[in-house]
């Protein structure tokens, strides 16, 4: 029986060393600190997790230390998205039999002008592998989306659109439990509209607050929902974008959190700069999230 999805579900880095090569005993290590930390599931190799930047075999690789670490503590995502449809199959099939209870497929490329050959990707993906499926959208429709939404085993949507108009009727026709939101900006107002929960880079640098946030709006405790949102939660996404910085942030503050080795992101994606990581981590000790 599969493995019900809600709650925070942190797309985690994916630890490198100083030579950019994949840090086992980090990803070990950050792993166990999510889960120790209240997050109800976790998301390997998703954008935050450099997916693009590794081999099949290195995937795969990530994707079995994950698993075998959570030893089905939580469920566990796989991001198995691929420029190929073929590929994608693959890598769906790989991830399945390595023991993932869902699998996440951004929208490929060209799916705001090519909504026939989107629909077509994840329709071979759903009939190769029998998984949950969840939809990372940007730019789809919602009458695209929707359309994928109707394959049997596509359970899920993580909404990154921006709009609150494309949000609202994506709700409307799939209902608040088969969305996350997916919007570091619209997080807070989405979810107050009862979502299955959020999946968004930041949360794992301070899981227990992204938690909290969760149950309060879900026990209807809004306003100190929204005093907690907008003084930490919002606070650390302002902090980690200092420089337009993403992943390279992230890794600099789960570093500072003594929860992985180093701050390395795979080249050719440039390292995050000394001055915008020096303001990331007094910002980080201000708050005493940096490691004693």
């Not at 942030?249 to 929860?259: C, N, S, T």
Request: aromatic letters at 6%; glycine letters at 8%; a neutral charge.
């Amino acid at each position: 029986m599969a493995k019900e999805i809600m709650g925070i579900i942190p797309p985690m880095v994916t630890p490198l060393t100083r030579e950019q090569e994949i840090d086992y005993k980090s990803i070990r290590s950050l792993t166990n600190w999510l889960i120790e930390h209240g997050v109800h599931g976790i998301l390997t190799l998703g954008g935050a997790g450099e997916i693009q930047m590794f081999t099949e075999s290195e995937r795969n690789n990530i994707a079995k230390t994950v698993i075998d670490e959570a030893n089905g503590r939580v469920p566990i995502l796989v991001g198995t998205s691929h420029y190929s449809t073929n590929a994608a199959i693959r890598m769906s099939k790989d991830a399945k039999d390595l023991g993932a209870d869902g699998l996440v497929l951004i929208e490929p490329w060209g799916a705001r002008e090519r909504p026939t050959d989107t629909y077509e990707y994840y329709r071979r993906v759903n009939d190769a592998v029998d998984c949950t499926l969840c939809l990372y959208t940007h730019f789809m429709s919602v009458d695209a989306i929707k359309k994928c939404a109707g394959l049997s085993n596509l359970k899920y949507v993580k909404e990154g659109n921006t709009s609150m108009h494309h949000f609202l009727q994506l709700v409307n026709e799939l209902g608040k439990n088969r969305v996350f939101a997916g919007s570091t900006q619209m997080m807070f107002r989405q979810m107050l509209h009862g979502l299955q929960g959020a999946v968004l880079g930041q949360t794992q640098i301070w899981p227990e607050t992204a938690v909290e946030l969760f149950n309060m709006i879900r026990a209807g405790d809004i306003e100190k929902a929204r005093k907690l949102y907008y003084e930490k939660h919002l606070a650390l996404v302002e902090a980690c974008s200092l420089g337009g910085w993403h992943t390279q942030a992230i890794k600099a503050a789960l570093k500072a959190r003594g929860v992985i080795e180093n701050d390395i992101v795979r080249g050719p994606t440039q390292q995050m700069d000394e001055v915008s990581k020096k303001e990331l981590l007094l910002w980080l000790e201000s708050k005493g999230l940096t490691k004693k």
